[in-house]
């Protein structure tokens, strides 16, 4: 029975996995951590991961950026694997988590779902024939009107993707307005739209002369991640010390 700590137990997320945590053959949700104690829990509530004296195997992590550098400490001092689900780290972070998973299991993705990660592999393939045949790559996305990031960490993982696959030769561009120049042959333009309550859409455009390609997914509901955050525990509890991704746990 793998024991899962929710990080961020009382937010949409933190809600949307924990019920799908307890609902997982194999796997118990046995505390959470939250700053806000206000909601009840089938499962004891700590205000940090330090306080906490339940024992448990992995922790999933679904707060916001700036609690993740106490998270990470935490997680160090008790010797516990961390999913972190939590996006718009700085550059600075994700220097912390690649230092920590020399100690601990940490196992980090832009995305949870398995849509998105197919996505990103297809991308790569994409990127590599289209853009030598001269298409442009543009990116959009979007979200509710709550994220406070900009642009979505998904958005940046697919540039990553279609970058990495053309030897890191592009720049990525947020914003055309403050120029007034033609497009850079070699640049991803990422667009990012907030609005409504849309739980999340990412297209990747590739425009060339006289056609056009796009590569789309959509999310109905929190769930996909939900999905794909219980899957990263299951896989992460008991691994050796490291960093994973997605791409560890789903097998194409």
Avoid: W
Wanted: contains cysteine; glycine residues 8%.
């Amino acid at each position: 029975m793998v024991k899962v700590l929710m990080h961020g137990c009382n937010g949409k997320m933190g809600q949307v996995i924990s019920r799908m945590a307890a609902e997982t053959e194999g796997m118990e949700l046995a505390a959470g951590v939250d700053r806000f104690l206000g909601r009840e829990n089938p499962y004891p509530v700590f205000e940090s991961l330090r306080a906490c004296d339940v024992p448990v195997d992995v922790v999933i992590d679904f707060s916001n950026a700036s609690a993740v550098d106490e998270l990470l400490e935490a997680c160090l001092e008790k010797k516990l694997p961390v999913v972190l689900c939590t996006t718009g780290l700085s550059e600075e972070q994700i220097a912390k988590v690649k230092e920590a998973s020399k100690k601990i299991p940490v196992l980090r993705s832009a995305n949870m779902s398995l849509g998105v990660n197919l996505l990103l592999k297809l991308l790569k393939d994409a990127a590599k024939v289209l853009s030598p045949a001269g298409f442009d790559m543009e990116i959009v996305e979007k979200h509710h009107n709550q994220k406070v990031d900009a642009p979505s960490g998904t958005a940046l993982a697919m540039a990553d993707s279609m970058n990495e696959a053309l030897n890191g030769e592009y720049t990525y561009t947020y914003d055309r307005s403050s120029v007034r120049k033609k497009r850079d042959k070699k640049e991803i333009g990422v667009v990012a739209v907030r609005g409504g309550n849309i739980v999340g859409e990412h297209e990747a455009i590739f425009a060339g002369e006289d056609e056009v390609m796009e590569f789309k997914h959509t999310a109905y509901s929190k769930a996909v991640f939900a999905k794909g955050a219980v899957a990263a525990a299951g896989f992460l509890a008991g691994k050796e010390p490291g960093l994973y991704d997605m791409s560890d746990v789903i097998v194409f």
